[in-house]
């Protein structure tokens, strides 16, 4: 039982420690919070966007994929369970926006759902991860081949790319701009940002020029 108890525990504790923006899991994270302003990169990535406490919300560096469309991977969550990435697609010509969530590997999915279970079945109750479980650990290379069942070509549009989650069935939304509204203004990030920086003729560069 000891042996089994140790498993149990290292996978989940494994879990924990795969996000790469991975923040120590202590009280002190809600006693000390500061709500810092957003600080931004020159190549567009960016931290300090989370508003509120244990809400960490950070930016990779912004990729153009062609024809005038950026990604940017963005980590959100708080510090325990992992972070989840998800993606923030832009079109520089016509301002279209999509939010593509990461998903799980089925084969890390599979693992995590069996700890969990080892750990109710030993203990009569839940690991504290549970409730997290299917909004935690999300990563956006699970979208993308090779690993994952979508591919950006060149051709690439944001109505394609939203046609691919449908038919993979793979969560998104087109309701950025109301969900950036949302943020406090002095943590908010510009999704456009790759526009100056990777089409500075584009329209949206014109529009929402990228600042730090």
């Given at each position: 039982?000891?042996?089994?108890?140790?498993?149990i525990?290292?996978?989940?504790?494994?879990?924990?420690?795969?996000?790469?923006?991975?923040?120590a899991?202590?009280?002190?994270?809600?006693i000390h919070?500061?709500?810092?302003?957003?600080?931004?990169?020159?190549?567009?990535?960016?931290?300090?966007?989370?508003?509120?406490?244990?809400?960490?919300?950070?930016?990779?560096?912004?990729?153009?994929?062609?024809?005038?469309?950026?990604?940017?991977?963005?980590?959100?969550?708080?510090?325990?369970?992992?972070?989840?990435?998800?993606?923030?697609?832009?079109?520089?010509?016509?301002?279209?926006?999509?939010?593509?969530?990461?998903?799980?590997?089925?084969?890390?999915?599979?693992?995590?759902?069996?700890?969990?279970?080892?750990?109710?079945?030993?203990?009569?109750?839940?690991?504290?991860?549970?409730?997290?479980?299917?909004?935690?650990?999300?990563?956006?290379?699970?979208?993308?081949?090779?690993?994952?069942?979508?591919?950006?070509?060149?051709?690439?549009?944001?109505?394609s790319?939203?046609?691919?989650?449908?038919?993979?069935?793979?969560?998104?939304?087109?309701?950025?701009?109301?969900?950036l509204?949302?943020?406090?203004?002095?943590n908010?990030?510009?999704?456009?940002?790759?526009?100056?920086?990777?089409?500075?003729e584009?329209q949206?560069?014109?529009r929402?020029?990228?600042?730090?």
């Amino acid at each position: 039982m000891k042996v089994l108890r140790f498993h149990i525990l290292l996978a989940i504790a494994c879990v924990l420690l795969t996000a790469k923006a991975a923040v120590a899991c202590s009280l002190d994270a809600t006693i000390h919070y500061v709500d810092q302003p957003i600080d931004v990169s020159e190549d567009g990535s960016f931290v300090e966007a989370g508003d509120r406490p244990n809400h960490v919300v950070s930016g990779l560096k912004i990729k153009a994929i062609g024809r005038g469309l950026t990604a940017q991977t963005i980590l959100s969550g708080t510090p325990c369970p992992p972070m989840s990435e998800y993606l923030i697609l832009a079109d520089c010509n016509d301002g279209d926006l999509l939010r593509l969530y990461g998903t799980y590997n089925r084969k890390d999915r599979l693992a995590i759902e069996k700890s969990i279970a080892a750990y109710r079945e030993q203990h009569g109750r839940d690991p504290f991860i549970a409730p997290y479980f299917p909004r935690s650990g999300l990563k956006v290379a699970h979208l993308v081949s090779p690993n994952g069942p979508m591919e950006f070509t060149k051709n690439v549009s944001i109505a394609s790319i939203e046609a691919m989650a449908r038919t993979h069935d793979l969560e998104y939304t087109r309701q950025v701009s109301v969900q950036l509204d949302a943020m406090a203004e002095r943590n908010r990030f510009n999704p456009f940002a790759g526009c100056s920086i990777h089409y500075p003729e584009s329209q949206m560069a014109q529009r929402a020029p990228f600042t730090r």
